[in-house]
Nanobody, 124 residues
Framework: QVQLVESGGGLAQAGGSLRLSCVASGRTFGNYAMGWFRQAPGKEREFVAA????????SYADSVKGRFTFSRDNAKNTPDLQMNSLKPEDTAVYYC?????????????????WGQGTQVTVSS
């Protein structure tokens, strides 16, 4: 059974940082792509960033370019999402998703597996 579990969300002040992690189990994800999406109250789910699970090509939404970046956690062998210079508009539930094959995509429809989400709240 495939399971994606997000962690690292929480409360941060504007200008602060958080690091999101997604641990996957149930199969080998070496040839998968990882995507991060977010959904704020009353809004549709939107693309944040994506990368190949083992590293390589990346894609970021314009709203987070220059602030969010993938950083590899070698202990967990997974790409974490480092979020810097956080803004109140970054407040949302953040979801990790996985798709096969490992081609990055900004479309939620392309992803096969989803985590339960982790709340990120940024105060002004």
């Amino acid at each position: 059974q495939v399971q994606l579990v997000e962690s690292g969300g929480g409360l941060a002040q504007a200008g602060g940082s958080l690091r999101l992690s997604c641990v996957a189990s149930g199969r080998t994800f070496g040839n998968y792509a990882m995507g991060w999406f977010r959904q704020a109250p009353g809004k549709e789910r939107e693309f944040v960033a994506a990368t190949r699970w083992m590293g390589g090509s990346t894609s970021y939404a314009d709203s987070v370019k220059g602030r969010f970046t993938f950083s590899r956690d070698n202990a967990k062998n997974t790409p974490d999402l480092q979020m810097n210079s956080l803004k109140p508009e970054d407040t949302a539930v953040y979801y990790c998703a996985a798709r096969f094959p490992g081609v990055v995509s900004a479309s939620a429809l392309d992803y096969d597996f989803w985590g339960q989400g982790t709340q990120v709240t940024v105060s002004s």
